[in-house]
């Protein structure tokens, strides 16, 4: 989609979403997977990844500077091998198939990180996963691909981490590196090997970066007053109809 085709109702729906990735960016954990059947079903696939991924960098950025010193590193590099892995074989794959069918393995990736939700929020048992190289294997690889594929990572990481049981600036610290330099390493993806990431992607993230901004400095304001269970489930009523409507076209 052109950005001269865009309506006012398509550019407020599109800042509300980028006011969205702020918000997550800020603390608001999870509400960001919203935007992705939205950006899709606007963009298409990769069109749609490449647009919000200048946007999940400029908000990376600043969460990273906000919790600079709350950062475990031997998690990231435990993750980091098996995400390039991931990040990898998500790279051949969306090479490899149409657009429709790129949407349609978003789709159910973000599907999967919908459920990964459910059960965490109703859930009564503490997920622990074993401290060995497999499973830091597994959530890496399972968080590679799913991010290149669909920039749907945020659930299977928040569970990885949050089993891990890090203290909570920890949790957030160390999920904002990850994703930094994920992101850092997608953006060639996206504009050698996909050539997705073009001047008309960037012009329509760069009007929507003052957003990113403003939900950031709302999401540091809301997450002290807002109740975060109700708040959670609109997000995932939301994301599962945006989702529902990726498959119907």
Same mark, same amino acid.
């Given at each position: 989609?052109?950005?001269?085709t ?5 550019? *407020?729906i599109?800042a ?20 992705i059947?939205?950006f =899709?079903?606007?963009?298409g696939?990769? =069109? ?9 960098? *400029?908000g990376d ?5 906000i919790?600079r ?6 998690? *990231? ?7 390039l ?10 090479q490899?198939?149409?657009d429709r069918?790129f ?12 459920m ?8 009564s048992r503490?997920?622990?996963l074993?401290?060995h ?6 959530a890496?690889?399972?968080?590679g691909?799913?991010t ?11 569970l990885?981490l949050?089993s891990?049981n890090?203290p ?7 999920g904002?590196v ?9 953006i ?7 050539e997705?990431l ?13 957003f990113i ?14 109740p ?17 409507? *990726?498959f119907?076209?």
């Amino acid at each position: 989609m052109l950005i001269e085709t865009l309506s006012g109702q398509d550019w *407020l729906i599109l800042a509300l979403c980028a006011l969205t990735i702020g918000g997550n960016k800020a603390g608001l954990r999870g509400i960001s997977i919203i935007v992705i059947p939205i950006f =899709a079903s606007y963009f298409g696939g990769k =069109a749609s990844s490449s647009t919000v991924l200048p946007l999940l960098l *400029l908000g990376d950025l600043f969460s990273v500077y906000i919790y600079r010193k709350s950062i475990k590193w031997s998690y *990231l590099k435990q993750l980091l091998p098996s995400t390039l892995l991931g990040l990898t074989a998500g790279m051949f794959l969306g090479q490899m198939v149409p657009d429709r069918i790129f949407i349609f393995v978003m789709a159910v990736f973000i599907l999967i990180c919908l459920m990964l939700m459910i059960y965490k929020e109703y859930s009564s048992r503490n997920l622990i996963l074993p401290d060995h190289w497999a499973a830091h294997g597994a959530a890496g690889f399972t968080g590679g691909i799913s991010t290149i594929m669909g920039n749907a990572a945020g659930p299977i990481m928040a569970l990885y981490l949050l089993s891990m049981n890090l203290p909570k600036k920890v949790f957030i610290g160390t999920g904002a590196v990850f994703f930094f330099i994920v992101n850092l390493i997608k953006i060639p993806i996206h504009l050698f090997v996909w050539e997705s990431l073009t001047w008309e992607t960037l012009k329509i993230s760069l009007f929507l970066s003052p957003f990113i901004l403003l939900g950031l400095f709302l999401g540091l304001k809301l997450v002290r007053v807002i109740p975060e269970r109700p708040f959670r489930m609109f997000v995932i009523l939301g994301t599962l109809i945006g989702t529902i409507k *990726l498959f119907v076209g």
